[in-house]
């Protein structure tokens, strides 16, 4: 609760000096989303070199926006360096008809045509270091360039860090803002995922979480993760749960568990923990992770849990002692 | 002029439209005989009998030697008269009771204290009428008394609050004289004939009080009757019946009058049925009915009533298990699941059971503790009405001990969908006691199977509804007996007060504490807290009580008795056989006293605290050197004030 409280207050702090709605979000306690070069080996923690993000820009918003990453180079003191840098990741941003809607854009994997909509800008960040530390900003985005999607009550934009050469880890962030030099949240924006590629703190008393949101048709949620190594142990929490421990991947690997949802826990955030391994440190930890209901479809993680973030409410029951 | 039959005109006019149905509710299993008293005339009306010494003393209208009545419709008015039974078939001539006690008027019925020596009757308020004043209504009838000396009844007088405006008729005044019923027509009742009582403080009648809603109807209620163990019988054409006038009985429990009893279907008829007198088991007696046209008395004898089925009771508590449905075992955050039952107690783990007091609105708080962190995770409140379990039920203690009263209350046996028109109790000689409360005194160890049989109403071919159930008591010699077989020792070896020369082994006595199984959790929890765990030093003792250095052991006690009303405490001192037997006994029983004495000054109400010494009669073990300091020894027993 303490530690809830806290968090709660540093979203609030967040929110008046500006530093807002990012991906990750203080919500998740994610220090970076991660993404490797085209040439490195998925056993570093990035399965397929590419992480897809959508942000969700409200239909009141009509004043241009702007999507910020924070260190978007892959080089410097952030980033995860094999050998010398030699990487580029491209960031694309897309927008209009398909961005979203097309069934390869929600797709797990970059296959098909999930570079759909209207590109509406890209660029390509290597080892310099003008952007260390420091932010590169896509925009004005004009919000009515987004796919409007009434059932996600906005309009959809869509980025793509995809590695393009290159065998480093480029750690970095996004930020929606609505000014080009400031961090300034769009109200009622958010960002989400399908699957999220992301950096454990090295912190062995941090403890991350995501936030997969589930729907009134989900009955069973399958929850995978990719090359966990041994950093600690995986658990899930809901209004009806409180912990249940997910098996946890090895090196290079995948692994998924089953867990049957309840009513309570329909249309609702459920939140996915990632607890440090308090024994044995591991650094610079690269983990994968996606969920997915009974129907094989992936379930979006919002970065700003929908409902807010879950606590666990137990259902107190008696019976008669004969 | 005022007659009793003003009372009584309701459901005469359906006697006969209802005769075939008399007959028909009188052809079932018989819980009652009844039989037309021998004494009963076709052609008069006789009614209202009640016990005197060996005699039956009633009202009738037949004519006398002593008197020439009548009344305007040519039918005589009522006199006082009296048959004596000579055995079990035959009875004397009917006679006028007293002369003394005789008008031209109307006269009775009336009512015998258990001495037999004050009589209180019914006559109308102006005996010097003429004749020609028969028809004279505003000569109500009064309530009078009379003393009985020296053979005849003297110094008659009218009851205090007799009002020459309004009708004061069928007194009946309870064995111990204290308390008269009767009923009055006075304004300020529930409409008709209402039954109100006075009572007798310092040889003055207080102001009669309404005996309430539960009693009385916008109808008529009259002819009461009252036994020693407090029932009160009387006659009603308000409350659900038959038809006319029909019997009921109640009682006080807990200050109120219970609900009206119907009588039974044998006594009951949808005619006019009043004036009964029984004794005290409901076994024997006499009513009056007018289902023969003319008022008679007949004659009832209890039946042996059989329950062919009788089933143990389950007893009724109030406990439950709490959890949590969606904590799984495969749940893995370190939580500790605190429970607040919100009166002091908290129990910890994923499943707690708790007793609570019994039917209520309650709220439970579900904490889960996060372990790593010490901090409250969630905080969940679950809120609950407990309603009474309805299911058969004899309210009384499940112990006891020899030569003690026991009260049994069968108010809570509430079958549902039953309407219960008697109950019935077996204590091991048959079902003989009547009433919903009964009392019972065991004379000897063991344990006992209590019966209660419930008659509710007939179905629909007519049978009565039996119900039957039984419960087992335990019967000890003495409580001390009682309470070391069904307690829990909960004492932990006093610490030594600070030891002294005059503090040794051989005058101190080892502190052992008991706790009733029966006390609430609340109480456990309350004594775990305040005394358990706070208790400290021992008893000592001298030659002539306890030593002042035992006092801050009691000091705890009183403590606990003085901020829990609802408990009590027994206290048991016992020697070792060292020395003489006489004078161990002597010994135990003067620290006892000293405790006792300690504890009422301390402002311990005398009937919340027993002591009693035991010299060696009972030790824990052996007597050897190894179990001397063992059997001297102090008991404190702590039980419920509940019992």
């Known amino acids: 609760m303490l530690k809830r409280f806290l968090t709660i207050l540093f979203i609030l702090f967040i929110v008046a000096t500006g530093f807002s709605q990012s991906a990750p979000s203080a919500e998740e306690n994610i220090p970076y989303l991660v993404t490797f070069g085209a040439d490195s080996k998925s056993s570093w923690g990035d399965d397929d070199f590419c992480q897809i993000f959508f942000f969700r820009i409200p239909t009141s918003q009509i004043k241009p926006i702007y999507l910020r990453i924070y260190d978007p180079g892959t080089g410097g003191d952030l980033?995860?360096?094999?050998?010398?840098?030699?990487?580029?990741?491209?960031?694309?941003?897309?927008?209009?008809?398909?961005?979203?809607?097309?069934?390869?854009?929600?797709?797990?994997?970059?296959?098909?045509?999930?570079?759909?909509?209207?590109?509406?800008?890209?660029?390509?960040?290597?080892?310099?270091?003008?952007?260390?530390?420091?932010?590169?900003?896509?925009?004005?985005?004009?919000?009515?360039?987004?796919?409007?999607?009434?059932?996600?009550g906005g309009r959809i934009f869509k980025i793509i860090a995809q590695g393009v050469s290159g065998d480093d880890g480029n750690l970095y962030r996004y930020f929606l803002s609505t000014n080009p030099d400031k961090n300034i949240p769009v109200e009622g924006g958010n960002f989400f995922t399908y699957k999220y590629h992301l950096r454990l703190p090295n912190d062995q008393n941090q403890v991350c979480q995501i936030y997969p949101?589930?729907?009134?048709?989900?009955?069973?949620?399958?929850?995978?993760?990719?090359?966990?190594?041994?950093?600690?142990?995986?658990?899930?929490?809901?209004?009806?749960?409180?912990?249940?421990?997910?098996?946890?991947?090895?090196?290079?690997?995948?692994?998924?568990?089953?867990?049957?949802?309840?009513?309570?826990?329909?249309?609702?955030?459920?939140?996915?923990?990632?607890?440090?391994?308090?024994?044995?440190?591991?650094?610079?930890?690269?983990?994968?992770?996606?969920?997915?209901?009974?129907?094989?479809?992936?379930?979006?993680?919002?970065?700003?849990?929908?409902?807010?973030?879950?606590?666990?409410?137990?259902?107190?029951?008696?019976?008669?002692?004969? | 002029?005022?007659?009793?039959?003003?009372?009584?005109?309701?459901?005469?006019?359906?006697?006969?439209?209802?005769?075939?149905?008399?007959?028909?509710?009188?052809?079932?299993?018989?819980?009652?005989?009844?039989?037309?008293?021998?004494?009963?005339?076709?052609?008069?009306?006789?009614?209202?009998?009640?016990?005197?010494?060996?005699?039956?003393?009633?009202?009738?209208?037949?004519?006398?030697?002593?008197?020439?009545?009548?009344?305007?419709?040519?039918?005589?008015?009522?006199?006082?008269?009296?048959?004596?039974?000579?055995?079990?078939?035959?009875?004397?001539?009917?006679?006028?009771?007293?002369?003394?006690?005789?008008?031209?008027?109307?006269?009775?019925?009336?009512?015998?204290?258990?001495?037999?020596?004050?009589?209180?009757?019914?006559?109308n308020n102006n005996i010097s009428h003429h004749l020609n004043n028969n028809a004279d209504a505003s000569n109500k009838l009064g309530i009078y008394s009379a003393e009985f000396v020296n053979g005849k009844w003297t110094n008659i007088k009218p009851f205090t609050f007799d009002d020459p405006l309004f009708s004061f008729v069928t007194p009946a005044i309870t064995p111990d004289g204290k308390r008269l019923y009767f009923a009055s027509d006075v304004p300020g009742g529930f409409g008709g004939t209402d039954l109100y009582y006075s009572d007798l403080h310092n040889g003055s009648w207080t102001k009669p009080v309404n005996m309430g809603p539960a009693i009385n109807t916008s109808k008529n209620e009259s002819f009461p009757f009252a036994t020693k163990s407090g029932k009160l019988f009387f006659a009603s054409d308000g409350h659900e019946g038959l038809g006319g006038k029909d019997l009921y009985y109640s009682l006080e429990v807990n200050g109120k009058w219970i609900n009206p009893i119907h009588l039974d279907s044998d006594i009951n008829?949808?005619?006019?049925?009043?004036?009964?007198?029984?004794?005290?088991?409901?076994?024997?007696?006499?009513?009056?009915?007018?289902?023969?046209?003319?008022?008679?008395?007949?004659?009832?004898?209890?039946?042996?009533?059989?329950?062919?089925?009788?089933?143990?009771?389950?007893?009724?508590?109030?406990?439950?298990?709490?959890?949590?449905?969606?904590?799984?075992?495969?749940?893995?955050?370190?939580?500790?699941?605190?429970?607040?039952?919100?009166?002091?107690?908290?129990?910890?783990?994923?499943?707690?059971?708790?007793?609570?007091?019994?039917?209520?609105?309650?709220?439970?708080?579900?904490?889960?503790?996060?372990?790593?962190?010490?901090?409250?995770?969630?905080?969940?409140?679950?809120?609950?009405?407990?309603?009474?379990?309805?299911?058969?039920?004899?309210?009384?203690?499940?112990?006891?001990?020899?030569?003690?009263?026991?009260?049994?209350?069968?108010?809570k046996a509430d079958p549902p969908d039953v309407k219960i028109t008697d109950y019935m109790w077996n204590f091991g000689d048959g079902f003989i006691t009547r009433g919903p409360v009964a009392k019972k005194t065991f004379d000897k160890k063991g344990i006992f199977t209590v019966q209660l049989g419930l008659i509710g109403d007939k179905d629909s071919i007519g049978n009565d509804t039996k119900i039957c159930f039984c419960k087992e008591i335990k019967i000890y010699n003495d409580f001390l007996e009682l309470a070391m077989n069904n307690s829990k020792e909960v004492s932990k070896p006093g610490k030594s007060v600070a030891k002294s020369p005059a503090i040794n082994e051989s005058n101190t006595l080892a502190i052992k504490m008991y706790l009733m199984n029966n006390l609430s959790e609340l109480q456990k929890s309350k004594i775990d807290i305040n005394l358990y765990k706070t208790i400290e030093g021992t008893i000592v003792t001298h030659e002539k009580g306890i030593d002042k250095a035992s006092y801050p052991v009691l000091d705890k006690f009183i403590k606990v008795l003085n901020e829990n009303p609802d408990?009590?405490?027994?206290?048991?001192?016992?020697?070792?056989?060292?020395?003489?037997?006489?004078?161990?006994?002597?010994?135990?029983?003067?620290?006892?006293?000293?405790?006792?004495?300690?504890?009422?000054?301390?402002?311990?109400?005398?009937?919340?605290?027993?002591?009693?010494?035991?010299?060696?009669?009972?030790?824990?073990?052996?007597?050897?050197?190894?179990?001397?300091?063992?059997?001297?020894?102090?008991?404190?027993?702590?039980?419920?004030?509940?019992?």
């Open chain 1, 79 to 152: 980033d995860e360096a094999k050998g010398d840098f030699n990487t580029g990741v491209r960031f694309s941003i897309y927008g209009g008809h398909g961005c979203w809607s097309d069934k390869d854009a929600q797709n797990t994997s970059p296959v098909g045509n999930y570079k759909s909509g209207n590109l509406l800008g890209s660029q390509i960040f290597g080892s310099e270091p003008k952007y260390d530390k420091t932010y590169y900003t896509f925009g004005p985005l004009n919000p009515s360039e987004g796919e409007l999607v009434e059932k996600l």
């Open chain 1, 213 to 322: 949101y589930v729907d009134d048709k989900t009955i069973s949620i399958e929850i995978s993760n990719f090359d966990w190594d041994n950093d600690g142990q995986i658990k899930m929490v809901s209004l009806a749960k409180n912990g249940v421990s997910c098996d946890i991947s090895g090196e290079n690997n995948w692994v998924k568990n089953k867990f049957p949802i309840v009513e309570d826990e329909k249309n609702t955030s459920v939140e996915v923990q990632f607890i440090k391994n308090k024994t044995i440190k591991v650094l610079n930890n690269n983990v994968v992770v996606m969920v997915r209901n009974q129907y094989g479809l992936s379930l979006p993680f919002y970065v700003l849990p929908i409902g807010g973030v879950p606590i666990y409410k137990p259902k107190i029951r008696m019976k008669t002692i004969k």
């Open chain 2, 1 to 123: 002029m005022e007659d009793l039959s003003f009372i009584r005109k309701a459901g005469s006019i359906l006697f006969v439209l209802l005769m075939l149905g008399d007959i028909s509710i009188s052809a079932q299993t018989k819980s009652f005989d009844v039989t037309l008293a021998p004494f009963s005339s076709s052609i008069y009306d006789e009614f209202s009998p009640v016990f005197y010494k060996n005699e039956i003393v009633f009202c009738s209208n037949r004519r006398n030697n002593s008197v020439v009545n009548y009344q305007s419709d040519q039918k005589n008015l009522f006199n006082i008269f009296y048959v004596v039974q000579k055995d079990s078939n035959s009875w004397s001539g009917i006679k006028l009771f007293a002369n003394e006690l005789t008008t031209n008027l109307n006269d009775g019925p009336v009512s015998f204290d258990e001495t037999g020596n004050t009589i209180y009757f019914c006559r």
């Open chain 2, 269 to 411: 008829s949808p005619a006019d049925d009043f004036g009964l007198v029984t004794d005290d088991n409901f076994r024997n007696g006499f009513f009056s009915s007018n289902r023969r046209k003319t008022d008679d008395i007949y004659r009832f004898t209890a039946g042996l009533v059989q329950f062919p089925v009788c089933d143990t009771l389950v007893k009724t508590n109030y406990c439950y298990l709490f959890y949590d449905e969606f904590q799984k075992a495969n749940d893995s955050i370190p939580v500790i699941y605190e429970w607040d039952f919100g009166n002091g107690i908290k129990k910890y783990g994923s499943e707690v059971p708790y007793c609570f007091p019994g039917p209520g609105n309650y709220e439970v708080t579900l904490n889960i503790i996060d372990s790593l962190h010490d901090s409250v995770q969630s905080s969940t409140i679950y809120k609950f009405d407990l309603e009474e379990i309805s299911k058969a039920y004899i309210k009384s203690p499940d112990l006891g001990v020899i030569n003690e009263v026991i009260a049994f209350d069968g108010l």
């Open chain 2, 567 to 643: 408990l009590k405490l027994e206290v048991a001192v016992h020697t070792n056989d060292k020395g003489k037997s006489g004078n161990n006994l002597d010994l135990s029983e003067k620290w006892a006293q000293d405790v006792n004495s300690y504890f009422i000054k301390n402002g311990i109400p005398a009937a919340k605290i027993h002591c009693k010494g035991f010299g060696e009669s009972r030790p824990i073990e052996e007597n050897d050197i190894m179990a001397n300091s063992r059997n001297k020894r102090i008991e404190f027993i702590l039980l419920s004030n509940n019992n």
